[in-house]
């Protein structure tokens, strides 16, 4: 994503500025629980677990606090860039998949702030049905994919094994380290985590073999076994430029972010989104509700609201 042209770029520490004086300006400013911010636009992501944290923390804003809140669904890219602009106030599940941006923008120009550790440790990596795991259990080891290749196989695959992947907002290196390994594998997108689903529950039924990239914090092990490939462990810069790539993913402590202005003239919203935080428990269960049972962002949170009061009030600091 491109970031959308401007007639004026001011500095970072400028724009913040100008943004919180309009805000100001368009809101009574004191007593206002967003502070100088009429509203709070806080990025929602395409997979479940980072709708889960958007909408529960929108829910809390809205009817613990009387913030108005925008949930808009974005890509990582577009998140950071409208966050820089001023566009976007919070990014509350950031899969470290755009350093490049998180570089510029909180380091370079500092229009972008850490707010701490959501909860969850993120964890990418190569995943099959443990009922084939159980029937072949030299596939849980990178060295002998190669000789499950043919049950990976596919017609999309060109009679190479076959790696299922998800959609393009994805952060992965899985052709890298195909590559690096020497696998005779192709990675073949499925087009996003829903139909990553399906081909993981049809195998998961003996539809066939299925080697999926696929991710933990995620409600879908509460419902299937899955059996995790054991990659080359992850070594700091393998996969920056000159690196090696034959390593697998690191473990990743799912931070979030805010824009700067807000997280100084934000108020309380601010402060609530930078004191948030829940297990990986606490958000497949609403990741759950969303994607099996069908219901909707905001549906779910006010659902697990319900039920959980106490823990509202704890990071409201009621408790």
Not at 56 to 83: C, F, K, N, T, Y
Not at 151 to 159: I, T, V
């Amino acid at each position: 994503m491109e970031t959308g042209q401007r007639a004026l770029r001011l500095p970072a520490a400028g724009t913040a500025l100008a943004l919180v004086l309009l805000a100001a300006g368009c809101t009574s400013g004191a007593g206002q629980a967003a502070g100088a911010f009429p509203e709070v636009v806080i990025a929602m992501p395409a997979w479940t677990g980072g709708q889960a944290n958007a909408a529960v923390a929108a829910h809390v804003l809205r009817e613990e606090l009387g913030v108005p809140v925008q949930l808009r669904e974005l890509s990582p890219d577009q998140a950071w860039d409208q966050m820089d602009a001023g566009a976007v106030q919070a990014v509350l599940e950031d899969w470290g998949a755009t350093p490049d941006k998180r570089r510029l923008y909180t380091a370079q120009r500092m229009s972008v702030v850490p707010a701490g550790d959501l909860g969850p440790v993120g964890r990418v990596g190569w995943y099959v049905p443990s009922g084939y795991a159980a029937a072949n259990p030299g596939v849980l080891d990178w060295r002998n994919l190669n000789d499950h290749a043919d049950a990976f196989a596919s017609a999309d695959s060109d009679g190479r094994g076959r790696l299922l992947t998800g959609g393009p907002d994805d952060a992965s290196h899985d052709e890298a380290l195909i590559d690096a390994l020497d696998l005779a594998y192709t990675a073949v997108p499925t087009g996003g985590e829903e139909q990553l689903i399906e081909a993981l529950r049809g195998a998961d039924r003996g539809d066939g073999a299925v080697l999926a990239n696929w991710w933990q914090p995620h409600w879908l092990h509460e419902e299937l076994e899955l059996a995790e490939v054991a990659l080359p462990e992850h070594r700091a810069g393998c996969h920056r430029e000159g690196g090696s790539d034959m390593c697998g993913y690191p473990d990743i402590p799912l931070r979030k972010f805010l824009n700067a202005a807000f997280a100084e003239h934000g108020g309380e919203a601010a402060a609530f989104l930078t004191d948030f935080s829940w297990t990986a428990e606490e958000q497949n269960e609403v990741a759950r509700m969303i994607a099996a049972e069908g219901m909707s962002p905001e549906g779910a949170a006010a659902r697990w609201a319900e039920k959980n009061g106490e823990r509202i009030a704890g990071w409201l600091g009621e408790d």
